[in-house]
């Protein structure tokens, strides 16, 4: 069953505390995503990477890190630099074709919350 | 340059009539123009997509009309049913594939 993992689904967390949310695909994909998702805007690029060991900044890194030491793993940590954690967050992944577009495929989301 | 604004922000219809969303562009190299339906608390997911070579792509129910001079395309969802109550996100990229989504809109289809 092939697919991409996110974990945990929720995800609660003190303020000062870094977190990290798991995102983990069986597709064989070479480039992995991380996006926010805000009620009532599109979905914003934390972070991406287009092969292993190798990962490049998106539209609203700061407070935020990644790497990507296995193909099917790209971890996101949520750092207590980030001032407004509390949103849903997404990992997606696309096979990587230099110079081509596809489709992107998403994981279910975890949604995290600071108290 | 590099936004992509959707209207309408939330939509309501009613079972059986048409839902249309739109969606405009600036950046001329913008290649690969998907949809996207998202249910609460899920990932979204494909819904369709098309490229600028072509006017009108059509799947089932869905329909993206694209306009390259105008630099504008929209879904239309023909006969709309209450499971099609989601949010749609249009999306546009180019070369390597980074998406740059629109706002999203809520979409209420009413029995």
């Known amino acids: 069953d092939g697919g991409i993992t996110q974990s945990p689904k929720y995800l609660f967390r003190k303020e000062g505390q870094n977190v990290t949310l798991s995102c983990e695909q069986n597709l064989n994909h070479d480039a992995m995503y991380w996006y926010r998702q805000d009620p009532g805007q599109g979905l914003r690029l934390i972070y991406y990477s287009q092969i292993v060991n190798d990962f490049q900044k998106g539209d609203i890194a700061e407070g935020y890190s990644v790497s990507r030491e296995k193909k099917e793993s790209f971890p996101l940590t949520v750092t207590s630099a980030q001032k407004n954690p509390t949103a849903f967050y997404l990992c997606a992944s696309t096979p990587w074709l230099a110079g081509a577009t596809d489709t992107q495929y998403f994981g279910p989301g975890t949604r995290l919350t600071v108290l | 340059q590099q936004q992509v604004k959707q209207s309408p922000q939330s939509l309501i219809v009613q079972k059986g009539g048409i839902s249309i969303i739109n969606c405009a562009y600036e950046n001329t190299a913008f290649d690969y123009f998907p949809w996207y339906q998202q249910f609460p608390g899920k990932g979204p997911a494909l819904l369709i997509a098309i490229r600028p070579d072509v006017s009108e792509k059509k799947e089932g129910r869905f329909t993206i009309s694209f306009n390259k001079s105008a630099k504008q395309f929209s879904l239309h969802i023909m006969d709309s049913q209450p499971g099609d109550s989601a949010t749609y996100f249009c999306?546009?990229?180019?070369?390597?594939?980074?998406?740059?989504f629109g706002q999203g809109t809520e979409l209420s289809v009413k029995p």
């Open positions: 999306a546009a990229t180019y070369q390597g594939g980074k998406l740059i």
